[in-house]
Nanobody, 122 residues
Framework: QVQLVASGGGSVQPGGSLRLSCTAP????????VGWFRQAPGKEREAVLC?????????YAEDSVKGRFAISRDNAKNMVYLQMNSLKPEDTAVYYC??????????????WGQGTQVTISS
């Protein structure tokens, strides 16, 4: 199973921005779809954005992040990024990345790696 590692979280004020990074040591991410997920306290884990393998465009975006979040790849660095702008308190969650686009897909075909905490607070 391929396990990806998310990093770059932190604490910012509402309206601020963060860029999260996803990598997988020893695995070429360009050959995989990569999804970003998040889990807020007391809530189910949900898919946020996903990018297809070898593609430069997102394939799925959760409604609440459309126009604010963007996903991209840097194949030379073997990284996938989640750029988050206009952050809101409700974006507070632990963010994860995985080589699937759905929570069910991760549970069936992959596993969760280390997440990164994002806290939006004034």
């Amino acid at each position: 199973q391929v396990q990806l590692v998310a990093s770059g979280g932190g604490s910012v004020q509402p309206g601020g921005s963060l860029r999260l990074s996803c990598t997988a040591p020893g695995v070429r991410l360009e050959y995989y779809a990569v999804g970003w997920f998040r889990q807020a306290p007391g809530k189910e884990r949900e898919a946020v954005l996903c990018i297809a393998s070898g593609d430069d465009g997102s394939v799925y975006a959760e409604d609440s992040v459309k126009g604010r979040f963007a996903i991209s790849r840097d194949n030379a660095k073997n990284m996938v990024y989640l750029q988050m702008n206009s952050l809101k308190p409700e974006d507070t969650a632990v963010y994860y990345c995985a080589n699937q686009c759905t929570v069910a897909g991760v549970r069936r075909f992959s596993s969760w790696g280390q997440g990164t905490q994002v806290t939006i607070s004034s």
